[in-house]
């Protein structure tokens, strides 16, 4: 017999944003195919569920791997189609720019915006034969930049333009297309960062250390702080559905604690606006180590 539910796929939701998202939309109603990277995620989140929920293992990088979700997906929704993409999945990369090797940049891009590209192309003909809707989870960071967050900032930033040009592109079959941006989410990937900042050490080098080092080691404290005291993945999983369910919804949400300061703040004058990134990461004074 056809599933009779409104149906969704949530990318990322192992853990965080995308795990609150997809048991959200699976308690409101929704068949949710949430994809993760390992077998014991999917489990648990099948478990985890009040409500159809299936497990899809895919990477948002191998091509394949989308392939094959998609295909789960179009045999189950059929001429139905999918009302809902939350493109979710993503990473974060914290190095400075002079220090970022190619490999770890290329990564970051192709987690955080190839990857999303890829599926929303692959699901596109499902969500226009339903006239679905596509979220976007971008990041405050695509309105601020934080110094040694270039590469996260960049995939954001461009993340923000790709969703203006969707939301523009497929206006005419009356799919719309929403981008949320988080703030301060506290999250498992708190965790993950305070690995990645002991780990900085020995990657960055000897050279390296010694010209990044201390304030590396300070801005990543304060974010560590910030992230931390950070709202509950559950604030985003509300607005996803708001950006689901409402007839008009907003183009951008703003979410999480910081937000709106968050976004005031990066209206302000570069000249200021620097000085503050600055204090505020107790970052060296400009010139204050350059040598003759």
């Known amino acids: 017999m056809p599933c009779s539910n409104r149906h969704a796929v949530v990318t990322g939701a192992s853990t965080g944003i995308g795990r609150a998202t997809a048991l959200r939309l699976c308690r409101d109603g929704f068949h949710v195919f949430a994809t993760v990277r390992r077998h014991q995620?999917?489990?648990?989140?099948?478990?985890?569920?009040?409500?159809?929920?299936?497990?899809?293992?895919?990477?948002v990088t191998a091509s394949g791997e989308i392939g094959q979700a998609t295909e789960v997906v179009r045999s189950h929704v059929a001429d139905r189609g999918l009302d809902a993409l939350v493109n979710n999945a993503g990473i974060g990369v914290a190095w400075p720019v002079e220090l970022v090797?190619?490999?770890?940049?290329?990564?970051?891009?192709?987690?955080?915006?190839?990857?999303q590209v890829a599926v929303t192309q692959a699901l596109l003909p499902l969500l226009r034969r339903a006239k679905g809707r596509i979220v976007m989870i971008g990041s405050i960071g695509d309105r601020i930049t934080m110094p040694f967050a270039g590469p996260l900032a960049a995939a954001k930033h461009a993340l923000r333009s790709l969703t203006d040009a969707l939301r523009l592109e497929l206006a005419p079959w009356g799919i719309r297309v929403v981008l949320v941006e988080p703030a301060s989410i506290r999250t498992d990937a708190v965790d993950k960062l305070e690995?990645?900042?002991?780990?900085?050490?020995?990657?960055?080098?000897?050279?390296?250390?010694?010209?990044?080092?201390?304030?590396?080691?300070?801005?990543?404290?304060?974010?560590?702080?910030?992230?931390?005291?950070?709202?509950?993945?559950?604030?985003?999983?509300?607005?996803?559905?708001?950006?689901?369910?409402?007839r008009r919804p907003r183009r951008r949400y703003l979410v999480g604690r910081d937000a709106r300061l968050l976004a005031t703040v990066a209206a302000l004058p570069l000249p200021l606006l620097d000085r503050l990134r600055g204090k505020v990461f107790d970052q060296p004074r400009p010139g204050s180590l350059a040598t003759r």
């Open 41 to 59: 995620d999917a489990h648990a989140l099948e478990q985890a569920a009040h409500g159809p929920l299936t497990g899809l293992l895919m990477d």
């Open 101 to 115: 090797p190619p490999d770890k940049l290329r990564w970051q891009l192709a987690t955080s915006v190839e990857g």
């Open 195 to 246: 690995r990645d900042v002991r780990a900085a050490e020995q990657e960055f080098g000897p050279d390296g250390w010694a010209l990044y080092g201390d304030a590396y080691r300070h801005m990543m404290a304060r974010s560590l702080a910030r992230e931390a005291g950070g709202s509950d993945p559950e604030v985003v999983a509300a607005v996803v559905w708001q950006a689901i369910a409402r």
